[in-house]
C-alpha cells in the first residue's frame, strides 16, 4: 500500500502479525474539539485490520509539514494507550509492504520502487472500488504470485455488502432499513442511498453495544433532524451511543460499514447466511447491553 503528496496530514503506516494497514489522519485533527471524531474511526480502522496483539504491532508516523508535531503527539498518545509502539519520520509518502519474511513500512525518499508513487494523488474514493485487503502468507509474504509481480493483473476482491443476504448482520441491517420509512418527516425519499447508509451505520452501533435482534423504531434527535436515534424497548429505551448524523454518511460508506459489520459480527460468534436468531442460539448466551 502506498501513500503520497503528504501535506499537513499524517499517515500512520501499521505492521504486525501476517497483515498491513495504512491510514491517514488530516491535519483538521490538531483541533481539539475535533480530535474525539477521528480517535473513533481509528478505533473503528484499528479493530478491522485485524493486526494482533499490541505488543506485535509496530507504528510508522510519517509526515512532510513541521507544523505536525502536534498531530503527532496526539496519534501517539492514542497508540501508547492501547499499548502499540510508534517512531516518527518526515517524508511526503510511504509504502506499507512485505519485504521477504517482514512487514515493513518504507519512506518514499528511500524507496527504490519510486515509479510507484506517479498515479496523480488519486484517492480510493475518486477511484474504481479498491482491493481491501489480500491475505498474506503466515510469514507476511505475498500469498499468491500475483501479489509478487506487478505485471500480473490482481482482481478486485468485492466485500459482502450489508444488503446482502449472505452477510452475517444482514437481517439486523433488514429490521433496521425496514423502520426508516417510518420516520416523519422523512427525508430520504428523493435519496433512497441514504437509507443503506444510515441503516448500515445504526447496524455497525448495535453490533458494538452487542445487539444482534432487531430494533423497534428509529427516532431524530429532540429538535435534532440530522441524528437518528435506534430504539431498543421503547423510547425509555434509547442510548445516546446508538445513533447516527445523517449528514456525516456519504454514498461510499456502506462498503466501510459493510466491512466493519462482518468483523464485528464474527466476534459475535454470528455465521454468514444464518438468522440472528441462530446465531444467538449457538452462543447461548443473552442480548448484551439491555
Not at 496530514?9 to 498491513?20: E, F, N, S
Not at 433496521?176 to 444510515?198: C, H, R
Amino acid at each position: 500500500m502506498i501513500t503520497d503528496g503528504l501535506l499537513g496530514c499524517v499517515a500512520v503506516g501499521l505492521t504486525g502479525k501476517d497483515r498491513i494497514g495504512l491510514t491517514h489522519v488530516y491535519d483538521e485533527a490538531k483541533d481539539e474539539a475535533l480530535w474525539p471524531s477521528y480517535q473513533e474511526k481509528l478505533d473503528e480502522a484499528l479493530q478491522a485490520f485485524r493486526l494482533g496483539e499490541p505488543k506485535d504491532i509496530r507504528a510508522v508516523l510519517v509526515y512532510s509539514d513541521p507544523t505536525s508535531g502536534l498531530l503527532c503527539d496526539r496519534i501517539e498518545d492514542w497508540l501508547s494507550q492501547r499499548g502499540i509502539h510508534s517512531e516518527r519520520r518526515m517524508d511526503d509518502g510511504c509504502r506499507v509492504c512485505a519485504v521477504k519474511q517482514d512487514a515493513v513500512v518504507r519512506d518514499k525518499s528511500a524507496d527504490q520502487q519510486s515509479s510507484d508513487y506517479s498515479y496523480g494523488y488519486r484517492t480510493t474514493i475518486e477511484d474504481a472500488l479498491p482491493v481491501e485487503r489480500f491475505a498474506l502468507s503466515a510469514k507476511a509474504g505475498a500469498a499468491t504470485k500475483a501479489l509478487q509481480d506487478p505485471d500480473t493483473p490482481v482482481p478486485v476482491a468485492k466485500p459482502i455488502l450489508l444488503t446482502d443476504a449472505s452477510h452475517p448482520a444482514h437481517r439486523l441491517f433488514a429490521s433496521v432499513l425496514g423502520q426508516i420509512d417510518g420516520l416523519a418527516p422523512s427525508m430520504f425519499t428523493k435519496s433512497p442511498y441514504w437509507k443503506n447508509e444510515v441503516a448500515a451505520a445504526l447496524t455497525v452501533k448495535c453490533l458494538d453495544a452487542g445487539i444482534r435482534d432487531g430494533v423497534e423504531k428509529l427516532a431524530y434527535g429532540k429538535d435534532d433532524t440530522d441524528t437518528v436515534f435506534a430504539l431498543v424497548g421503547g423510547q425509555e429505551g434509547a442510548r445516546h451511543d446508538l445513533c447516527a448524523n445523517v449528514f456525516e454518511l456519504g454514498e461510499d460508506y456502506l462498503p466501510v460499514a459493510s466491512e466493519l459489520a462482518r468483523v464485528k459480527s464474527s466476534e459475535l460468534g454470528m455465521q454468514p447466511g444464518l438468522p440472528v436468531e441462530h446465531a444467538q442460539t449457538q452462543q447461548g448466551g443473552q442480548t448484551k447491553g439491555m
